[in-house]
């Protein structure tokens, strides 16, 4: 067996060395016998784990954003539901009446929900993540930060989609028209989208593309859906167009009639009707020519009718569902009415009454 040492000295300065290692070299291995003496070690820094690069980085002021854009469709789309619920004009900026035709029209209504409540759920859904993700709040349900942009940009790639669709439907059935509110939405929805979409990386990009695409083949294909089902629904409801026409009335009116309806006129009774409707032809012919110029007849459809044509105000007013339809001392009386309960409504009483 063979014996060797080797020592190792630090500088003459430092009272820190290393003790002499010692090798027993023997004809099969060698073997070391290290042994340290007052070794001081350099101690590592603690290592941090750095976000993976799939994550997006997008800062607190773009979620900022997002937020306020939403905000504002937010607003619009309450607007066109409180008109839509309460049946109230539209005010259209730009187009006149083009905005209500289009607010009333079938595409305004998806599986027989309200298109601006639709609107309402996306955008307060979209402002209510985007708020989370800049306030850096914990998420509901668990989800990490990666997975809510991942469905914030399905959000807004689902409300891109349904713009786009609607700005075709826009130019193809709604030729000419203008509508203000359609063409905000279609920019509001269509800057949610992009903004969401800028701070990914093109590798991402490419990765969420399969998605994007799925989402938005859905979303065309629950619109093709509920407008098919509705067309088939009304297929017998063809697009009606009346032009405006008055009905002669031939009888001749009997003195009660002729009295009746003056007193009628006094008071202020009021008859409600169409020109399309029979019941009101009839109803006109029980008093006779002459009796019936002396009604107060509130003619609802003025200008004719067509499908989707809204009554007059006063109709509205009077919330009138039927023709002909009676308003007399705040008593409503709905079709036709004999003369005899007219002037027990009315509180006529004249000797030449009908038996």
């Not at 590592?44 to 002021?61: F, Q």
């Not at 009101?280 to 007849?297: T, V, W």
């Amino acid at each position: 067996m063979a014996t060797f040492t080797v020592a190792t000295l630090l500088s003459p300065s430092s009272s820190r060395f290393f003790t002499p290692v010692q090798y027993n070299r023997s004809p099969n291995k060698l073997r070391p016998n290290l042994l340290y003496k007052n070794l001081h070690l350099p101690r590592l820094p603690p290592l941090k784990c750095s976000p993976s690069s799939s994550e997006p980085e997008t800062s607190d002021w773009t979620y900022k954003l997002i937020s306020g854009i939403a905000g504002i469709g937010f607003l619009e789309t309450s607007y066109l539901a409180y008109l839509k619920l309460t049946d109230s004009d539209v005010f259209c900026p730009v187009g006149g009446d083009t905005c209500s035709n289009i607010l009333n029209s079938d595409y305004a209504v998806v599986f027989g929900v309200p298109l601006p409540l639709i609107g309402i759920v996306a955008y307060s859904f979209v402002a209510a993540l985007s708020l989370q993700l800049a306030t850096k709040n914990n998420l509901p349900f668990g989800i990490n930060r990666s997975n809510a942009h991942l469905i914030l940009l399905g959000s807004t790639t689902s409300m891109a989609t349904a713009s786009a669709y609607f700005l075709y439907i826009l130019t193809t059935s709604f030729s000419g028209s203008s509508c203000s509110y359609c063409l905000l939405s279609v920019l509001l929805s269509f800057s949610l989208f992009f903004i969401t979409l800028k701070d990914i990386g093109l590798q991402e990009k490419y990765k969420q593309l399969g998605l994007q695409l799925i989402i938005a083949s859905l979303v065309i294909l629950t619109l093709n859906t509920s407008y098919s089902s509705a067309k088939s629904a009304s297929s017998s409801m063809a697009i009606i167009e009346l032009p405006y026409f008055a009905t002669e009335i031939t009888t001749p009116s009997s003195p009660f009639a002729m009295s009746l309806a003056k007193y009628l006129h006094s008071i202020g009774a009021k008859m409600y009707g169409a020109f399309w409707c029979s019941h009101c032809q009839e109803q006109k012919a029980m008093f006779g020519r002459e009796a019936a110029k002396q009604l107060d007849y509130v003619e609802c459809f003025p200008d004719g009718y067509r499908t989707g044509t809204k009554m007059i105000d006063s109709c509205i007013d009077a919330k009138i569902e039927g023709f002909p339809t009676w308003i007399i001392n705040g008593q409503v009386l709905s079709g036709e009415v004999k003369l005899s309960e007219l002037a027990q409504a009315s509180g006529y009483s004249e000797s030449d009454q009908p038996s």
